[in-house]
């Protein structure tokens, strides 16, 4: 067998070509150093140049780290560079090899060239070593009485690096009353600038520990401090600027002449060219005239000229970044920027995240005067050929609408979109349509002409075609195929994917029965043996709820299902006042970019999804028994209190949000209606159903061509003094498989007492499942639980994760007995449906 032919590739000039190539090096470097002959530097750059290229590529090369210090006796700057960054990345990770650069570094910062004492005290303050701190404070003190001012920068900031390697160090030395004292008699702004900077973090980190550490933070917003900075704000470098004038935006003036003298020294940075510059002086103006609304509506105006000047010129970033900005300001006073919407048009080669903005400050500053001229320029834009562009402009088209703005023009040019045939373009509009019905009810029979029109085949977006679904149900009476088209869809039931289809499909074809019982008769009961036997928790729960409703009394059953409605007045927002009134407080930072505040990306629950270590060590753990015997787990109590409904259901059942507009259903009393009290516990019933509730059952199952699923006879009891340590609990955690897996709902009342965690551990124990662990903090909370069978030692291990934001809840549950798992859930969530009720 022939051997295999090498490579005609030649070897990078970056990389080694051979494991000898390090070795070669460090000979060539041990036969330099010390040596004084001419041409020496230029030998030694050229291998300095392959040490850090080999080290850039992640090639180890620590091995010639003796050498290169021997190497670094010499003049030249530029060999001394290389030399600190080859060191400076070695010695954080090597600390034996950091106490070899210890004496030149040190010999370094008393050179006579201050570039390389300067260098030399970075790369000193840099290694990062705990045990090597002592050799810092005496290059620090020396640098930051040196008489040149680069060696007085990065003293400056080589004490914030001592303070965070040895907090104790930088305080004994006395170094934060030195800087303070540099900052104030510094003739260079930039050195200014880094002590401050200094200042501010480590008397902030300080300010929890010590009261003086908490005074000195404060002295920083003395008035003598503030107008020593803003008499020097044109001395410092952008960066510098916008330190200063963060720290102004916190100094609260005593008068308002105090504020008019603060804002017209800084009138001239309004015109600044750099963004960060002009978003800094204008967080000053907003936040001192927050208490002077007239003056506080000036600084608008003032302020909209050099916003709009900003979008326009320099990157797309840059365009974004002042554009959120704008946006916030926009929402706050949208009626100042109303007569500049024509800014906020999209250009043709703008990215698409800018024109989405774009659009929501156009729907925020359309108003009587100016909705014609941008539903017109919207309308363009449903036409392009960028899709999302497309369906965000549609989108915004609709929140015009539901702001009241010339509203007869603009459903009449969504129904055009309707005639677009486009399938994103019909998709989009459907969805508007539907709340515009919910607004506007007067314009059904024009939207209903052209929907009627659609066919439910040409629509497969879940959201499109669940909105269609809901106009067939609400407008049966007006639509005259309207039950042939839900029947239609409930044949092709197993093949909808999407839950929220199955759930609109399920009340639209209850409603149509109503209005069109001889038609809809037949599909309605398809509807309700699908609903019943699927696999879904809320459609499963949603059909039981219909199924009962219509079993008890039909009449009463419409009434809940189809009430007089009452016109959406107003849609929820989707932040509260209050999140944006705290993002306003973080103006000039990444919380107006996001739209968030800061804790929600900063801190560690808010970073990525909600993720646990299957540790359990960093968890409170609660090992308190219970003290009841064994007691059987209660049933699921299929009450219509405690279905699971989806967020589209409760808009229609209790009435959308908070704004007013409520459904207005009659109130029910089961002492009044067919069938009594005795009826209405027949119907929340499972286990042993009365006479009554039979014949009716057995009436509806005919009626419709129903046969309710057999119920087991069995039910499963629990140990309510079984216990487990935590080691037990974990070690078993990780042998056992997951048998089951669930998203489930929580209500919104059982969030609301999440206020106290150890609350739901104390539920779960009244039904023999026992917290072990629990942590996290809001919106997410997490709790380790319990439980055993009461006749035998079969345990059942549950890993619970609370949203407290979506009132979702994810459910893992290990079991030794995997066949009862499906039965042990729903004990758990029946007893969790009734945490906060009581």
Known sequence: MAPPAQSQRSPSPSQPSGKGEVSDLKIQLRQLAGSRAPGTDDTKRDLFKKVISYMTIGIDVSSVFSEMVMCSATSDIVLKKMCYLYVGNYAKHNPDLALLTINFLQRDCKDEDPMIRGLALRSLCSLGVAN?????????????????????????????????????????????????????????????????????????????????????????????????FLNRIKEFNEWAQCIVLELVSKYVPTDSEEIFDIMNLLEDRLHHANGAVVLATIKVFLHMTLSMADVHQQVYERIKAPLLTLVSSGSSEQSYAVLSHLHLLVMRAPFIFSSDYKHFYCQYNEPFYVKKLKLEMLTSVANESNTYEIVTELCEYVANVDIPMARESIRAVGKIALQQYDVNAIVDRLLQFLEMEKEHVTAETLVLVKDLLRKYPQWSH?????????????????????????????????????????????ENWEEEHSAEVRLHLLTAVIKCFFRRPPETQKALGAALAAGLADFHQDVHDRALFYYRLLTYDISVAEKIVNPPKQAVSVFADTQSSEMKDRIFDEFNSLSVVYQKPSYMFTDKEHRGPFAFSEELGNLSIDTEPADNDAVSAPRIEANDKELLLSTSEKEEILGYGTNGSAYNAPSYNSATTTGGSQGHLDLVSLDQPSTAFTNASSAMDELFGLGMPAVPGSVLLLNAKATIESNAFQQKWRQLPVSLSQDISIDPRGVAAMTNPKALAQHMQNYSMHCVASGGQAPNFKFFLFAQKAEEPSAYLVECVINSSSCKVQLKIKADDQSTSQAFSDLFQAALSKFGLS
């Not at 977006?461 to 088209?485: C, F, H, N, T, V």
Request: hydrophobic share 45%.
């Open 132 to 228: 090597l701190v002592e050799y810092l404070v005496g290059p620090l003190n020396s640098g930051l009485k040196d008489g040149n001012s680069y060696v007085r920068m990065v003293a400056a900031v080589g004490v914030l690096k001592l303070y965070h390697i040895s907090v104790s160090t930088c305080l004994d030395a006395d170094f934060p009353d030195l800087l303070k004292q540099l900052m104030l008699k510094d003739k260079d702004a930039q050195v200014v600038a880094n002590c401050l900077t200094s200042l501010q973090e480590i008397w902030s980190l300080e300010a929890s520990k010590s009261e003086e550490a908490a005074r000195d933070r404060e002295s920083l917003l003395s008035k003598p401090i503030v107008y020593y």
């Open 446 to 490: 024009d939207c209903i002409a052209v929907v009627g029109n659609i066919s439910s085949k040409n629509v497969q977006e879940p959201r499109a075609k669940a909105a269609l679904i809901w106009m067939l149900g609400e407008y049966a009476q007006d639509m005259q195929d309207s039950p042939y088209i839900l029947e239609s869809l409930i």
